[in-house]
């Protein structure tokens, strides 16, 4: 949170949050001296739901042409950079997609015993976030998404295929970063710990 807290550009953030950390939360934010925290939203069964829920929580203090920079908490390493570069490219384009290139090879499996194809590298990124929006686009994307019978919507992993599925904005892309890692795994925390040592 203390990322977008200090970008001149960020007016105002929302958190989704499970109801059993809430409290832990506003102690958090507290201590830490974060002020731009308006809304806390609760968490939803899937990202769909919470990013849903997160939309419902600040609609009454957006306008259509406001942007929504959606990010993920476990990607704690988030530079100001990455954050300006989504502001400009979703002010260009009206979505963005943060990405790295990909330079391992990706193999396609659809049974997961055989390599079914290897798309070539060149035209393959990493997605991460922030996944940054006009306000207007990703919402009405997500209102036509829940307006499917459950059993018809589509299988998302993120809020740009969400709204590239939609077909309501071109999605450009902001160059990430390495470091911008998700924590998934223990290790993944091990190394981020690390990094954060090495830096002090």
Known sequence: MEAFEINDKIDAIC???IKEWQEDLSIWLKEYDIRKVRWIAPAGATRQESSLNALDAIKESCTDDDYVIIHD???????????????EKVQKYGACDTVIPAHDTI??????????????????????????????????????????????????????GLVLSHGAAKVGMAFGDKLNMKITTMEDLLMIKSIIRSAR
């Open 15 to 17: 958190v989704v949050c």
């Open 73 to 87: 908490a476990a990607r704690p390493m988030v530079s100001q950079r990455i954050i300006d570069e989504n502001i």
């Open 107 to 160: 193999i396609r499996s659809l049974d997961d015993e055989h390599l079914n194809s290897i798309p070539l590298r060149k035209e393959l990124y990493l997605g991460q976030t922030p996944q940054s929006f006009k306000y207007a686009v990703v919402r009405k994307a997500y209102d036509d998404y829940f307006a499917l019978e459950e059993d018809k919507r589509p299988e998302m992993t993120d809020d740009c």
